[in-house]
Every structure is written in structure tokens, then in C-alpha cells.
């Protein structure tokens, strides 16, 4: 494996571009097939720090008018967020 | 591209793979069709349970204890890290009504053959902390366990492909080709492949490839939203449900829950995976195709969920998701031919239990094709049931 192929795209997963490119080789056109097959994006950051590279290694490796359907995958929430907060209805409490 | 095989399996999830798996095993040469990628559908966008107490006693339950039986091997057979558990499993009762129903349904499942009691919050306390005092009672069984749905699916897939399956990812299944009543090939948006069976697995989209040959199936996408947490330590010990995920999923009295009279069911199920993150789900709800998730279906399910395991709220939700159940009107799969075609085989429409039932679909689907019958009586999964009723 040459040495850019080591180089680590996701660190919360420790995922590699090799596996990346394997991944790709396997049949991954989208961000979610990158995750499913190695499990980059699934880490405590939820790929905000890997996604964007990811999505700049699967561009050079789908068509350009496919670069629409890369099922970037966002979701709510875009931060964690405590459920405490996220539940909490101002003068009804949590009820 | 123009090729022959033996069996074309259409769809990529759970179930399509784990029939990929079972007819290859068997010595049948599989090509499996998916339109996106593995994992695309709802086995993509789910919760991890084998939860034997949620099934119907019957057939739904006979089907859950043969492939929970099966899924004790299965990690050796495939020879892949799947992370089954046997971890148990309790189904909380908040109400004195729940509380009856509860009884009937259990002593039901016993004689059905399942290992399950009923405790007070006491006793149920012991073997799961933080648990609200609130709840009247709960359920535990010592039989229910869960699986990755993920590895499950990489597992069936690698296992087939060494027994010679192929497997198309990025390919749609767009018409089927048929002459004097037989399949005769699959049309996708990579050529024609030529079988003479072909298994429509296509969950939640089974109905479309059914239009393809004028047949009309009762499946429907009933979307399930559900919260992942960040990793915590062993919090969830056994994994949960509430006694109204009985009653949203069956109906079964509605005069005491009105969650399930309106729009958005919620039955809630909590497990923790291997990794630490806690699964908080779920809604049931008809919402077409539509796969977002809602803000008002997530506070409801963490709302409840904070009320039965006040702690809970303590934690950081990372990810929301949905996914399609492929849900049918008697809440059991459709498995069988079907006499307007012959060739055309159908396995879907799995609702909350495709991952559950997927070795046992696994094992049916492989022997009505290859031997002509199975181990229970297939008319009661056969599309035919349907019809019966009009
Ligand atoms: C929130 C939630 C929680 C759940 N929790 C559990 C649980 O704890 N335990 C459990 O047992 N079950 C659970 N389920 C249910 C489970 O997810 C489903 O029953 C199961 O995934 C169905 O699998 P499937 O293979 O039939 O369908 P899917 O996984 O949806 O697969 C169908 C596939 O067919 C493909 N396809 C569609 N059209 C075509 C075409 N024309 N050509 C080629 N391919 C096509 C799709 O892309 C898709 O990949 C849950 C579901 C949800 C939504
Ligand atoms: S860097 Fe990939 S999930 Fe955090």
C-alpha cells in the first residue's frame, strides 16, 4: 500500500484512504456505503470532521451529475444535544 | 450485459440477503439485485432487536423462536462478527389496564413455548437500575437478544458470495420478463438476466416490483423514527420495550392508550449496541415514502422514553434517523409463489421484525424453491390469505 493510502480520514473510526478507495472499489457511491462498509462518519463526531473528505474522494469517482445524490446524510441533531434540553417545553417542564 | 442464473433475488436488505445466503448455501446459483446499496432500505435505518415477547403467540412467535434457535450458529456459519447477544428482555407496564392486557398476552406466549414472567417494580428494579418508580410492573424474559444489523447483512452477503452468489449493488430491477405465465428474466438498468425464479425481497418496495407484473400487494411503508446516543457505559442492561409498542404495533385495545388512536403511533424500544450507543425508538406511522425524521415524532419518543427510565435524559442524542417498515395488514410477512406467474416468489412485507425473522425467512424461502415444502404450514404466509377475505 502506497503511503498516501495510509493517511487516516476518519479519526474517531480509524479509517484509512485505502479503505476509503477499497470501499469505492466494492461499490460505494455514496457517503452511507462508505459508512456501511467501514464504518467512517460513526464516531462520536458523527463525521464532521471526515465527511467533507470523504465526499471530496467519492467526487473524483462518480459523475458529475451524481455529486447531488451523495446522501451526504446529515441529520438532525447537528450537535449532540443533551435530551434534557432537547425535550424540555418552557413553563410545562419535561410533561 | 445479458446473463442467466439460476434464482434472481431483488432487494439488498436483510432479507434479500439472508435468501441470497440460505439458496447459495444450497448449492443455487444467485444473482442479488439491489438498486442503491446494502443496507439502503429499512435494515439500514433500524433498531437491533430479536425480541421473542413482542410477537404474536402463534405462528409470528413459532417463526421468532425458530430464528432466534437459528441465530445461535450463525455467527460461526458466517464466519463474521454479527455481535449477537442473548441478553434478555422486558417489556415495562405503566398502567393497571396495560397490567391486564399484559397477563393475557403472556400466559398466550407461554403456551406458545416462551420463557417469560411477569414482575412487580421491586423485583423488576433488581435486574435493570433506573427504572421509574412510577411503572406498575414489568415483563422479563431471559430468551430475547439482538444482532447488528449491519454485520448481519456484510455476514450473509461475504458467505454467499464464497458459495458463488453474485451481487449487483447500483443496479434497479426495472420490469420482468415473462412467456406463457413464466418469469423468464429480470430487466435492470445494467441488461437483462436471464432465471426462471426470481425472489422479490424488496421490502417496503415489494408492492412496485409486484405492479410490474399487474399484482396488486397489501404492503405498505410504515416510517419508524428512532435516536441513537452518544457511547455510554453498560446503561441499558436488557433490552426494552414498553407494553404500548404492543399495543401501537397490534392495536390490541385501544381504548387505553391514545398514542395509538393517533396519527403517531409510538411504541418504545431502548437497546444499547456493543458500542455503548443507546437505540431510542420508535414511531409507526404512514407517511408514504418519506424518510426524515420529525421533530416532534423524536420528542415524543424521548419524552416517554425520559418518563419510564428518568436517567435517560441525561445523555447526548449524536443521530436521528427513519426507516420503512414494509408493513402488511395481519402483521406477518408474505412468503410464497404466486399463481398468477409461475416463477414470481415474494418474501416480503416483514413490518417491525425483518431482523429478527431474517434467518427463518431465509430457511423457508430456500425450502419451498428447492424442495417444495417446509417445516410449517405455508399457506398461512402465502399471499393467497388475502385474498381469502374478499
Ligand atoms: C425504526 C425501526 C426499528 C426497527 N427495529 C427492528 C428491530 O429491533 N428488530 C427487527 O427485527 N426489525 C426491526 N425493524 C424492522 C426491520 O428494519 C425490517 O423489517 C427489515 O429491515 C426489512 O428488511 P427487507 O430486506 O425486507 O427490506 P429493506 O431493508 O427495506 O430492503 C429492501 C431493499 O430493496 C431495494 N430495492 C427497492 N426497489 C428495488 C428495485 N426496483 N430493484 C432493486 N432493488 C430494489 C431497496 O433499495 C432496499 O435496499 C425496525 C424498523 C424500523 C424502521
Ligand atoms: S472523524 Fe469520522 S466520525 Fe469523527
Known sequence: ?95 | MSRKTDIVVIGGGVIGASITYYLSKRGKKVILVEKKDFAFGSSGACDQMIFLQTKNPGIHLELAIESKKMYKNLEKELNHPIEFQTIGGMVLIETEDQMRVMKEFVKRQKETGLNVEILDIKDGTKIQEGLSPDLVGTTYSPDDAHVNSLELIKGYIKKAVTFGAEVLVNTEVIGIRTKNGKVKGVETTKGTIGCEVLVNAAGSWAPVIGEMIGLDLPIRPRRGQIILTEEVPPYIKHDIISANYITAKYSLDRSFDNDVLGKLGVGLAISQNHRGNIFIGATREFAGYNTETTREGIRRILKHAGKLIPGIVNFNIIRTFAGLRPYTPDGLPIIGYVDEVEGFFIAAGHEGDGICLSPVTGKIVSELIIDGKTFIDAKLLNLNRFRHLT
Do not use: W
Open chain 1, 1 to 95: 500500500m502506497s503511503h498516501e493510502k495510509n493517511v487516516c480520514i476518519c479519526r474517531c473510526e480509524e479509517v484509512t484512504e485505502g479503505e476509503i478507495l477499497r470501499a469505492i472499489e466494492e461499490g460505494a457511491r455514496t457517503v452511507k456505503g462508505i459508512k456501511i462498509r467501514t464504518q467512517a462518519t460513526m464516531g462520536l463526531c458523527q463525521g464532521r470532521t471526515c465527511r467533507r473528505l470523504i465526499v471530496n474522494i467519492l467526487s473524483k469517482h462518480v459523475d458529475i451529475n451524481d455529486i447531488s445524490k451523495l446522501e451526504i446524510g446529515i441529520r438532525v441533531p447537528v450537535r449532540t444535544i443533551k435530551i434534557k434540553n432537547f425535550i424540555y417545553d418552557e413553563g410545562k417542564g419535561y410533561e
